[in-house]
Each structure stands twice: as C-alpha cells, then as structure tokens.
C-alpha cells in the first residue's frame, strides 16, 4: 500500500546518522514524518477506516479529525488511549509520539512502579487541578484495563 | 537478476528481480517501508527492528565513486529487499542490506528475499574478481542467519563494535548450488559499475 501521505523534504543531515544501528521510530518519524499527528492518519488508513467512522469512534466531529490529523496542535490527551485502543497499537509508544509523555518510559520494564510513575513524566501543557486529577483517574483506569488483558 | 521468492500470505512463488536502485527507490522506501515500519513498531514496540536511512544510502552510493553501488530486489513493482555493495581491490563487502518490514519476522510477508541478495552478492564477488567471497558487519539480531548461511566470525569488530562476517570461496561456492534452484535467470546487466 503507497500511502501519499509523507510528502516532506528528505533530512539531509550527515550520512553516518541512524546509518550504523538503524533509526529507531522516533526518529523515523520526526525526519519522514509532516509532524507527529501524521502518526494518526497513517494508522486510520492502514486500518482501512474512514475520517467519519474514525471520528464516531473516538468521540469526535470528522472535522476535528480533520484538524488532529494535519495540524500541529498536542492532540487532547484524553483522545490518546481511545486512538491507542481503536487502533490496537501500545498506548504508552503512542502517548510518546504524540508528546504527552517523554521517551524515558519507554525504557521501563512493564512494572508497577513504571505504570504509576507515567502520570508523573507527563510533559503536555500545564494543566488545572481538575485536570490533574481527572487525568490520574485515566491511567489508573488504564492500568486497570491493562490488569484484565 | 531474476529468482523465485515466496509469498507466504497468499501461498504462491513469485518472480523477484535485483535492479539498480534508483530515484524511484528512493521514492517507494519513503512511501512504503517507512509507514509500514511505524505501523508494526506501534502495535508490537517489543520488536527491535530497526530501518537503515535508505534514502541516504541509495543517494550516497549515486554521488560517491564507483566504490559503492545500491540494488533493489523488486517483486511486481513492490521493493521487497534493498542491498548496498562496496567494491575494492583488497575486499568486497555488503555496506548495508535489509528486508522490507512488511517481510520481518515468522510470519513475515515474503521468503527467500535477504537469501536472493546473498546470492546477487556472491555472483558480483565472482564477476568482480573476489572469488565470490565478501564480508559484513552484522547488527546482533541478524548474526544467526549469517551463521545459518556459512559466513564465519572473523574476531574483527567495526567502530561500532558490530562483528565481522565473511563468506569464504568454498562456502560462497556451496550456498550458490544450494539456491541455484531458485534462479531464473543470472543476468548481469544490472552489474555493479552500469546502471
């Protein structure tokens, strides 16, 4: 499947890099990539899914489908565990992409400790109290979820 | 060159033909391994794949001098394989060389792919003067199919601290007879130095 989608001018930077190991997905996707919600896109059409059944999915209008998926903007994180979910792809890679939380949890062993300490690593937009709590509410809810597969 | 691969989704064999790479290489890994890549590192990121910048290898090899050479195995219009050679007086050796994503692992989409470029390999070493012989640097994942294949450890690591493989006459002239029965046909107007 050609997928028209990474129609950005190649990274010119020096041969050597990610020439000797391979790139890793983050890099592939900050040097390929348009910006990182391309991620999104890439996904629903791998999955043969259209913007409206997307966007009726995750709980959205399929304009601002539209936008998540062309724009620049920090996806809403509460939006991140349902694309993870729909699409069947690991919620903390994703969440990592889509930068609501650094690349240092991906490091950790599928622990305990690990799952708990991802609320603390968010690194998204300053967020009220509400937030704060609601979004703790959304990992142990995940976690939960994680237990019973 | 010409050889028979195998499909293993759709359960037949197929002709896969190693050409020069090109623009449209270039193009096609952009849109196509790349996406794939990310998709299968999404849904399993335990796997360790790793994707070589293609794009640069195949443009490098087109501005250096004759040293280096870039190949693709090509199977109805898809790149299933990419190879980088480099040719010199004391050796020949495989700069780079990789499966398509959608071919990795078990239950990976084509066969006999990696083991067709060996074979391209070995009859440019031959074409070449080295006899059939080449070396590698192998990323630790790959060392078991080219200890499966007869290259042997030298003790050398690179920079890297990747270990050195190289495939000697006798075993270069065994692995041939061995996939000769997969060759279609050894022509060699996509050689190394004609494009």
Known sequence: ?149 | MKFRSYDTKNGNECETEIISANPDTIELFVQTWVPDYVVRILREPENSYSLFPWDKIIKKSELSDENLQSFCAVTDGRVDGLLCLRNKDEYFKVEYIGTAPWNYGKNGKMRRIGTGLIYFTISQSLSLKHNGTFKLNALSDAEPFYHNIGMVKTGILNPEGLKEFYMNKKKAKSYMRKFEKFLINENNSQAFGRN
């Open chain 1, 1 to 149: 499947m050609v997928i028209r989608l990474l129609d950005k001018k190649l990274p010119e930077g020096p041969f050597e890099a990610g020439a000797k190991y391979g790139l890793d997905i983050l890099t592939v996707i900050k040097d390929y990539f348009k910006n990182d919600n391309n991620v999104i896109k890439l996904l629903r059409i791998y999955n043969k899914l259209s913007r409206a059944q997307v966007a009726e999915k995750i709980g959205v209008s399929r304009q601002q489908l539209a936008i998540i998926e062309d724009g620049d903007s920090v996806i809403d994180y509460k939006l991140v565990p349902r694309f993870a979910n729909l699409f069947n792809v690991d919620l903390k890679l994703l969440l990592v992409i889509l930068g609501h939380a650094k690349p240092e949890i991906l490091q950790n062993k599928e622990d305990e400790h690990s799952k708990f300490t991802m609320a603390a690593r968010y690194s998204g937009p300053e967020l009220t109290d509400q937030e704060k709590v609601d979004l703790e509410k959304l990992f142990k809810m995940i976690v939960e979820n994680m237990k019973e597969r």
